[in-house]
């Protein structure tokens, strides 16, 4: 399993932007990522993934358009911008790994390996 660690949370207005991190040790481009968030009250959601060639991506309907995900093997990280930030967006964001590929579903119990979450603010 591979030790995660995000990082780049904080307070943002709405419309505005943050892009999270998340560093990796192990050799990562075995290794899909996703990126999840929990928001208080609310199960914890998978919101994008990112084979281990970084070819293929994928988005749930509420953050495609706005947010990317992507990755640097040669720094064993993986990023998620986020633009035009919405209040809906406040949560605690997770990064999260499994072998290869994005499962179809991107769901909590495919990725075996987690980072310790980052809080992401999205006020006024």
């Known amino acids: 399993q591979l030790q995660l660690v995000e990082s780049g949370g904080g307070l943002v207005q709405p419309g505005g932007s943050l892009r999270l991190s998340c560093a990796a040790s192990?050799?990562?481009?075995?290794?899909?990522i996703a990126w999840f968030r929990q928001a208080p009250g609310k199960e914890r959601e998978g919101i994008s993934c990112?084979?281990?060639?970084?070819?293929?991506?994928d988005y749930i309907d509420s953050v495609e358009g706005r947010f990317t995900i992507s990755r640097d093997n040669a720094k064993s990280t993986w990023y998620l911008q986020m633009n035009n930030l919405k209040a809906e967006d406040t949560a605690v964001y997770y990064c999260?790994?499994?072998?290869?590929?994005?499962?179809?579903?991107?769901?909590?119990?495919?990725?075996?390996?987690w980072g310790q979450g980052t809080q992401v603010t999205v006020s006024s």
């Open positions: 192990g050799v990562t481009n075995l290794y899909a």
């Open positions: 999260a790994a499994r072998p290869w590929s994005c499962p179809k579903v991107v769901g909590i119990r495919d990725f075996g390996s």
């Open positions: 990112i084979s281990n060639s970084g070819v293929n991506t």
